[in-house]
């Protein structure tokens, strides 16, 4: 079955850290990429979102995301990390099967220590 | 138009009471998805419409669970007949078709079954 994988369930890390999240998929086929963001007592936001285009894609809040597609990996860095970025972030994608339904990982909680 | 609104934010119920919750999309938006969401797990797929037609649904909806977009607007999700395991965040969100822009959630609505 196609799945997302994220391999760390909970992250701390103090302020000015570099953050990696890493997030792999199983599908052989054409996908498009994303990571959701959700702040404490928010919504889920969208943070970043790649297609077909230049595999390094940035995205708000100086996020920024590599899809390597021999490594089926679509992993999240920012090279500096705010007490604001704490929050929970979804991995996710749609495969284009035909349904375009959108597949999420089970999530990485990060806490960023003032 | 202020993003996507879910009713109730918060519902408690009985085993084996009937339950129904709206969701209103972004009105330019033609698709509508709901997605069920547990602590520790990412969103998971329940169902999702293009406009009134329901195109698809997850096996994890069972037959107690029904959706429907009667005009293509709101949606409303009903589950018949409550059980313990039911309770979750349940999460609607809304897109143009297939979603590759991304999609735009709503706060959710909180079940809990008693």
């Known amino acids: 079955a196609q799945s997302v994988s994220q391999h760390n369930h909970h992250v701390i890390l103090s302020e000015a850290a570099s953050l990696e999240l890493g997030c792999n998929y199983s599908y052989g086929g054409t996908v498009n990429l994303f990571w959701y963001v959700q702040y404490p007592g928010q919504h889920l936001q969208l943070l970043l979102k790649y297609f077909s285009e230049d595999p390094l894609v940035k995205g708000i809040k100086g996020f920024e995301a590599e899809f390597i597609k021999s490594k089926f990996s679509f992993n999240l860095r920012k090279p500096s990390v705010q007490w604001s970025d704490t929050a929970e972030y979804f991995c996710a994608v749609i495969l284009n099967t035909g349904g375009f339904k959108t597949i999420f990982g089970a999530g990485t909680r990060l806490f960023v220590k003032a | 138009d202020t993003g996507v609104s879910q009713d109730p934010r918060h519902k408690i119920t009985k085993r084996g009471q009937n339950v129904t919750f709206r969701c209103d999309p972004i009105?330019?938006?033609?698709?509508l998805y709901w997605y069920r969401q547990t602590l520790g797990q990412g969103p998971e797929f329940l169902t999702y419409f293009q406009n009134e037609a329901q195109l698809e649904k997850s096996r994890l909806l069972s037959d107690r669970f029904s959706a429907e977009r009667p005009k293509g607007s709101f949606s409303t999700l009903e589950i018949q007949r409550t059980e313990q395991g039911d309770s979750a965040m349940y999460l609607c969100a809304s897109s143009l078709a297939g979603g590759m822009d991304g999609y735009t959630f709503g706060s959710g609505t909180r079940l809990t079954v008693v």
């Open positions: 009105s330019e938006h033609n698709r």
